[in-house]
């Protein structure tokens, strides 16, 4: 979920400043692209651990005052020291998951019981665990604490690291990629479950540079010309569930496993240390303020140095639905299916409001008429294509974009365990993926052991532009402009073609889209008439000029959307109309059937439900709770009907039973809509009275 990575200098005085400065910049840059919300580092030379954070990106975090002071600090010490001793940086690129940002003890590295951990991943299950272990105190908000937490407990017992981080790690649930520096001994612990976790020795074998991506590796090999030689076949990446405590005082390095019968061993006992104390030298940011509206988070002025300020909305703001608006909501889903006048077909549940649909005298809907059910190329058929690209040699075999929904986990299963292709996962984070898809990409990689990159945007800027596009489409609102919301999220399809040519991936695999999504009203509210459901890409060429003659023309009418997200909004069209789409989807090999997939992901995997609907598609998605309550509302329809109606017609479900359960999954979601409006910045009030007044597709009794 974010970026770690350090370098261990064996003999601290062999090494300049400068050279060091070089390095440590070259890591952060590299790592930021991972998560760019918060940046911190460690640093343990003479005398005490020294730390840093800030709740800014890596690159500014270079150019803060408090940075240049604390390397400043950190080489006076060491001249001063006449101990030979070796200099280790941890540093991290955080993209946020749990504990906000403006609470700087939240932000990496933390810092508990002696020790400084920098982590990457969630830990899913730390509520549990403070209840189960009381004698810790919980003193944060951040997951990261947790671990420290019963790592302080198990070394009282044991007296071992390894012993010690082996039980830790049969303990949490999710993922975990860490990094801890001890203020008492001299060790350095690193350690995973995923394997995101890659390391490399110089020519000279007096420095260790570790990172979360081999590829960070490679580029840092590169750009560390001159001052130390990597060589990039030297890259080996800590396999899942192994870890290695580095001997700092004598540059040796022990590996150890995490799990099976001999985990924790060799037992490597705690080296002593005789230097104590804490430096932490990260500026608190300001309180919120009193009087509603933003979080100024100012992390320090410096001495003439420029501020590191952001903003954030505040979340007991317009975010939250007032009761009254709730009541509106919940009226609004009663009156549409029990006071609504809405024609459904006789066989589906798709209404009159369908984009493009007709009846015959039956009442049977020219989607059933015209369905055809799909000829699936068959499991044998994947099987060999996955001998063909299975490679031997440990590498990574195929790529698998993973957005933490029950379609990606269960592909991701499928992949590793029948498959039995070594994947990478990936995610492109666009900022409206929820704090429950996280966490669920988290339990799955973890109990997995599959390295998982993310790709992490600019948070902020994306979140800024949605805000701008939803509030130009209430100035102007219509059904075919509602993709607008999503346009940042296309995204996806670039870098998951860059990762792939990146790390000589030639198997992509999307488990995206079973065949039964063909939410066609989508774009058919653009103006673009489909039968049947076909990849975005394949669309044919007229099709595609008309979807970007429509978003044109309201371009024109609307001004508001020229505004910075247009950028997003044309890289999109580029990205899934343009860029060649050459990987394979899992479901046009192998069945979809709803039941076994949840059961195998919640039973296998603990995968999480959300607490404010039974539906269990599109929980991964931030935007679906107020994208499918506006066409709900305006349409009399939302993508629950066309799933369900397509399961109706491959004879999955009967109609009855569709129905109930579209009754259910299209209430509104108030908890995610109001989530949605305070990463956003959105009045959710204000975007809910503006929906609930756009004139209705159906008329009442």
């Keep these: 979920m974010c970026g770690i990575f350090g370098i261990v200098i064996k003999e601290k005085e062999k090494y300049k400043k400068r050279h060091v400065e070089r390095l440590i910049k070259t890591l952060f840059l590299l790592s930021e692209s991972r998560g760019k919300e918060t940046a911190g580092l460690v640093v343990k030379g003479a005398g005490s651990l020294d730390v840093l954070k800030l709740p800014a990106s890596a690159s500014r975090f270079l150019k803060h005052p408090a940075y240049a002071r604390l390397m400043d600090r950190v080489f006076s010490n060491i001249e001063k020291s006449a101990l030979h001793q070796s200099l280790t940086i941890v540093g991290h690129a955080r993209l946020v998951t749990h504990g906000g940002e403006e609470r700087n003890h939240n932000n990496q590295p933390v810092i508990k019981g002696g020790m400084a951990c920098v982590h990457n991943g969630i830990i899913a299950n730390d509520t549990e665990l403070w209840k189960r272990f009381p004698g810790m105190k919980r003193e944060f908000e951040v997951d990261t604490e947790v671990f420290l937490g019963l790592l302080d407990l198990f070394l009282e017992e044991t007296g071992s690291i390894a012993s010690a981080t082996g039980r830790v790690f049969e303990k949490i649930e999710g993922s975990a990629t860490v990094a801890v520096l001890f203020n008492n001994n001299h060790s350095l612990l690193l350690a995973t479950n995923t394997g995101s976790l890659y390391v490399v020795q110089n020519a000279a074998k007096d420095m260790m540079v570790f990172a979360s991506e081999r590829y960070i590796l490679r580029r840092f090999a590169d750009k560390a010309r001159g001052i130390g030689s990597f060589d990039k076949d030297e890259i080996r990446q800590v396999p899942p569930r192994e870890a290695l405590i580095v001997d700092l005082k004598e540059f040796r390095q022990t590996d150890f496993a995490l799990s099976g019968e001999s985990a924790g061993t060799p037992a490597v006992p705690m080296i002593p240390h005789e230097e104590t104390g804490w430096a932490d030298h990260s500026p608190p940011p300001s309180l919120p303020h009193q009087g509603g509206g933003e979080v100024e988070l100012l992390a320090h002025q410096g001495e003439g ?26 009226e609004t889903w009663r009156r549409l299916y029990f006071e609504a006048r809405l024609r459904r077909c006789t066989r589906c549940l798709l209404p009159e409001t369908m984009t493009f649909i007709d009846f015959d005298e039956q009442g049977l809907c020219s989607y059933c008429r015209n369905h055809k059910r799909p000829d699936l190329k068959g499991e044998e058929a994947l099987g060999q294509i996955a001998a063909k690209y299975r490679r ?86 219509t059904l075919g402009t509602v993709p607008l919301f999503m346009a940042g999220d296309k995204e996806l399809l670039y870098h998951a073609d860059s990762l792939r040519k990146r790390y000589d991936i030639n198997l992509v695999i999307y488990s995206y889209g079973n065949g039964l999504e063909d939410d066609l009203f989508k774009i058919g509210f653009s103006g673009v008439r489909m039968k049947h459901a076909v990849p975005f890409p394949q669309l044919p060429v007229l099709d595609k000029i008309r979807i970007a003659a429509h978003y044109g023309a309201q371009y024109v009418l609307n001004p508001g959307y020229i505004n910075p997200s247009i950028l997003d909004t044309l890289f999109a069209y580029y990205s899934v109309f343009v860029l060649p789409h050459d990987s394979v989807h899992l479901f046009n090999y192998v069945e979809w059937n709803e039941k076994s997939l949840l059961s195998t992901i919640m039973n296998e995997y603990g995968w999480e439900e959300e607490t404010d609907t039974i539906a269990t598609w599109r929980i991964d998605d931030g935007t679906a709770a107020l994208y499918n309550y506006i066409y709900m509302t305006v349409a009399g329809l939302t993508e629950f009907d066309t799933f369900r109606s397509a399961q109706i017609r491959q004879g999955q479900i009967g109609r009855d039973e569709s129905l109930a359960l579209i009754r259910e999954e299209n209430r509104p979601r108030f908890e995610s809509i109001e989530w949605y409006g305070r990463i956003t910045g959105l009045d959710m009030n204000h975007v809910i009275e503006t929906v609930n007044s756009i004139p209705k597709l159906y008329l009442y009794t």
């Design 392 to 477: 031997k040699d440990g590498r990574p075999d195929c790529l698998v974009p993973y957005s933490g929904g029950r379609d990606s986990s269960y592909g991701l299963h499928y992949v590793k365990n029948v498959l039995k292709l070594n994947p990478i996962a990936f995610t492109y984070d666009w900022g409206v993926l929820t704090d429950l898809g996280r966490r669920n990409q988290a339990r799955v990689c973890g109990k997995l052991g599959v390295e998982h990159i993310i790709i992490s945007a600019d948070i902020r800027r994306k979140r800024g532009n949605v805000k701008k596009n939803v509030e130009a489409w209430l100035r102007r609102p």
């Design 305 to 330: 140095g420029e501020g590191m300020g952001t903003t954030l909305p505040n979340i007991s703001g317009a975010s939250r639905l007032r009761p009254e608006t709730k009541e509106t909501m919940t």
